[in-house]
């Protein structure tokens, strides 16, 4: 089908967008931590039960095995854990002007190892894109108080590290990816390789809380828990696969990236919160970069 790697860009840009939101609300309860402790064996259990459910073969090259499993490592255990810090640190919207640093990294890092190029029309709609996105999300606004915040240095530097992981981690992932792979099975292998690097560390240095005594009082979290893994893990990082399988890697971290841009409507409907006139305007460049981008 054509535009099948853009199209799932976008499809992920909306599964992050919501989990962005459950994820933020669900680290202020239980810690940024704890979100991407639990949601790792959730989400391999839900990809294994679904793959091996529809398709169960498990032949595979050791090679994309092992690309995939470092672009886990790096991009979900180490990248996501950065990311729901500065989620909590500095919100889930700031968060992502820095995640908007992921195509321009992306690109650079797909031409220096992947021999991936773009054409002028393609710069043209990822420049733009990104442009729209750091509009929209950096807007500042006073809180209910009137005060405007001072913005989390720490929280900045997580964010960029964010950006980084999970740059690296598409790059590695495309390395990983061959044709006749099933995206699920892509994405277990990424998933499963951070559980198993980072739950042995955390257990180590004694930051791992049980499960009852972090879901026993506090059943939202849990609730938020199971439904950002549907969206985020499950189908997210899948379709975020199925994109850089079928398009340039560069093209699909910019489609990605629209992610801000999609919580618009989410914000209005979820948190009841009205975007401002320049909200609107980075959204509608934002899309133009989109159109850009398909049109290339």
Same mark, same amino acid.
């Given at each position: 089908?054509?535009?099948?790697?853009?199209?799932?860009?976008? *499809?992920?840009?909306?599964?992050?967008?919501?989990?962005?939101?459950?994820?933020?609300? /669900? =680290?202020?309860?239980?810690?940024?931590?704890?979100?991407?402790?639990?949601?790792?064996?959730?989400? +391999? !259990?839900?990809?294994? +039960?679904?793959?091996?459910?529809?398709?169960?073969?498990?032949?595979?090259?050791?090679?994309?095995?092992?690309?995939?499993?470092?672009?886990?490592?790096? =991009?979900?255990?180490?990248?996501?854990?950065?990311?729901?810090?500065?989620?909590?640190?500095?919100? *889930?919207?700031?968060?992502?002007?820095?995640? /908007?640093?992921?195509?321009?990294?992306?690109?650079?890092?797909?031409?220096?190892?992947?021999?991936?190029?773009?054409?002028?029309?393609?710069?043209?709609?990822?420049?733009?894109?990104?442009?729209?996105?750091?509009?929209?999300?950096?807007?500042?606004?006073?809180?209910?108080?009137?005060?405007?915040?001072?913005?989390?240095?720490?929280?900045?530097?997580?964010?960029?590290?964010?950006?980084?992981?999970?740059?690296?981690?598409?790059?590695?992932?495309?390395?990983?990816?061959?044709?006749?792979?099933?995206?699920?099975?892509?994405?277990?292998?990424?998933?499963?390789?951070?559980?198993?690097? !980072?739950?042995?560390?955390?257990?180590?240095?004694?930051?791992?809380?049980?499960?009852?005594?972090?879901?026993?009082?506090?059943?939202?979290?849990?609730?938020?828990?199971?439904?950002?893994?549907?969206?985020?893990?499950?189908?997210?990082?899948?379709?975020?696969?199925?994109?850089?399988?079928?398009?340039?890697?560069?093209?699909?971290?910019?489609?990605?990236?629209?992610?801000?841009?999609?919580?618009?409507?989410?914000?209005?409907?979820?948190?009841?919160?009205?975007?401002?006139?320049?909200?609107?305007?980075?959204?509608?460049?934002? +899309?133009?970069?989109?159109?850009?981008?398909?049109?290339?």
């Amino acid at each position: 089908m054509p535009y099948t790697g853009e199209i799932a860009a976008l *499809a992920t840009a909306m599964c992050w967008s919501l989990t962005s939101i459950i994820f933020t609300a /669900a =680290g202020k309860r239980i810690g940024a931590l704890q979100v991407n402790l639990y949601r790792l064996p959730l989400a +391999v !259990l839900l990809l294994a +039960v679904t793959y091996f459910s529809f398709w169960g073969d498990l032949h595979a090259p050791v090679s994309s095995v092992v690309w995939l499993g470092i672009s886990g490592i790096i =991009g979900l255990a180490i990248g996501d854990t950065f990311l729901f810090q500065s989620m909590i640190l500095v919100g *889930a919207r700031l968060s992502m002007v820095l995640l /908007a640093l992921v195509p321009p990294i992306t690109a650079l890092l797909a031409f220096l190892f992947l021999g991936e190029s773009i054409n002028f029309l393609g710069i043209v709609g990822i420049g733009i894109t990104v442009a729209g996105v750091m509009w929209v999300v950096a807007e500042r606004t006073p809180d209910p108080s009137g005060i405007r915040k001072r913005i989390s240095l720490t929280g900045v530097f997580f964010g960029f590290m964010a950006a980084v992981g999970q740059a690296v981690g598409l790059i590695f992932a495309k390395k990983g990816l061959i044709p006749e792979m099933n995206s699920i099975f892509a994405t277990l292998v990424r998933m499963f390789s951070a559980l198993i690097v !980072l739950w042995p560390i955390s257990l180590l240095l004694g930051r791992v809380k049980k499960p009852r005594r972090l879901f026993g009082t506090d059943s939202a979290a849990l609730k938020l828990m199971l439904v950002g893994v549907v969206f985020g893990p499950f189908l997210g990082v899948t379709l975020s696969l199925v994109s850089v399988k079928y398009t340039n890697t560069g093209i699909a971290a910019t489609l990605m990236a629209t992610v801000p841009v999609v919580m618009l409507p989410l914000v209005i409907l979820i948190e009841k919160e009205k975007p401002t006139l320049r909200a609107v305007i980075g959204a509608a460049v934002a +899309v133009a970069g989109v159109a850009i981008i398909f049109l290339r």
